[in-house]
């Protein structure tokens, strides 16, 4: 990170649309192959200090907490905090914006090449290897669950119904959230 | 026309109930495509793994399955469905968040939803791996694609391209 004027005075007023904008299209032209909340927290909290630490962590949280993706809804949050609606507007388009762009351009290709025997072949190894992606991403998210009885329990039991009993995924919500908010519920110790 | 409404309600659905982030939807998405939209699982997974190549957020290839089916109007609808309705939802709980602060239901509810979605995201692994892995190359290719991006900090957009590439290389010559 390059130190700029920017940095150096303190930000006694909102930044500019423009800028927050261009800020969010910048972690949406360059995260490649994902990590994009290190990257949010690299922009919010050390280059343009927009949001402190602890700030930062709250809206982590909500993001994980509602439905979406949690870049996304970290864009959306970040973006009010510093200029209400308009900010989230212009911080979640920024985020999109360059990752849509670019998947519409490989779209119309494999609209038209799927059918290419060599475009075939490689779509199955990208696919193999998009799988263990998958997974690992998956396992170092699930890190700290993994070891608790109680949180595999219910990871277990989530998939069970999902994979194996095939149960709708708002049914599998409905049965899952409760007992879930149950066991955690408060009073009971973390 | 119809079909444009039941995509975007469709998307929408998934959209709100995608707690824990766009994995925990996809085997619903996958079904949901297959039996309502024709798009089979070969190709959906076709789709999400060039999804993963893309800068930004991971759910974009939602884009793709919108132009298949609709072209650009399509693509557009499905974005704004899948990202409008949970956008809104985290938008206004997170004014509700601030105005109410730290309550031990927070807490609870947060630990509560954490292990769900990571079952969520199994069964989203499991649907990816089941459609993608068809033999032993393609299971040898994820498993050690799983192991470069776990042990090393190589960006999986090098490991899922030189998959694709050597994965190609090597059903050309062993087949």
Avoid at chain 1, 40 to 55: A, F, G, M, P, T
Avoid at chain 2, 6 to 20: C, K, N, P, R
Avoid at chain 2, 50 to 74: D, K, R, S, T, W
Wanted: aromatic share 8%; hydrophobic share 55%.
């Amino acid at each position: 990170m390059s130190l700029d004027a920017d940095q150096l005075v303190p930000h006694t007023q909102a930044p500019k649309l423009g800028d927050i904008f261009i800020q969010f299209l910048i972690i949406g032209a360059i995260s490649f192959g994902g990590g994009i909340i290190a990257y949010e927290r690299i922009l919010l909290v050390d280059k343009r200090k927009w949001l402190s630490s602890d700030e930062f962590m709250a809206y982590l949280a909500i993001s994980q907490t509602m439905p979406g993706l949690n870049s996304v809804n970290m864009a959306v949050l970040a973006g009010d905090s510093l200029r209400g609606a308009l900010g989230a507007i212009v911080a979640t388009i920024g985020l999109i914006l360059p990752g849509s762009l670019f998947v519409l351009g490989v779209g119309v290709l494999y609209s038209t090449a799927s059918d290419h025997p060599l475009a075939n072949l490689i779509l199955i190894g990208i696919a193999a290897a998009a799988s263990g992606l998958l997974a690992a991403v998956t396992y170092r998210i699930g890190e700290d669950n993994w070891r608790q009885i109680k949180s595999l329990l219910i990871i277990v039991a989530t998939f069970l119904l999902m994979s194996v009993v095939k149960l709708s995924l708002p049914l599998v919500l409905l049965i899952m959230a409760p007992i879930a908010i149950y066991i955690y519920r408060p009073g009971k110790g973390a | 026309m119809s079909l444009l409404i039941h995509l975007s309600l469709s998307f929408a659905l998934l959209s709100i109930l995608a707690v824990g982030g766009g994995t925990a939807v996809l085997p619903e998405m996958q079904s949901l495509l297959s039996h309502q939209f024709g798009i089979d699982h070969t190709q959906f997974i076709h789709i999400y793994s060039i999804g993963q190549l893309a800068p930004g957020p991971n759910m974009l290839m939602v884009l793709v399955i919108g132009y298949q089916l609709a072209g650009l109007l399509g693509a557009s609808i499905v974005l704004l469905s899948f990202f409008l309705p949970s956008s809104v939802l985290c938008f206004y709980m997170g004014r509700l968040w601030n105005r109410f602060g730290e309550s031990p239901w927070r807490r609870a509810i947060q630990n509560a939803l954490e292990p769900i979605s990571i079952g969520l995201m199994a069964s989203g692994v499991y649907a990816v791996g089941k459609a993608s892995i068809v033999g032993g190359i393609t299971a040898a290719l994820a498993l050690v694609s799983f192991y470069l991006i776990l042990r090393t900090k190589i960006n999986p957009v090098w490991v899922i391209l030189g998959s694709g590439g050597f994965g190609a290389l090597l059903m050309t010559y062993l087949k």
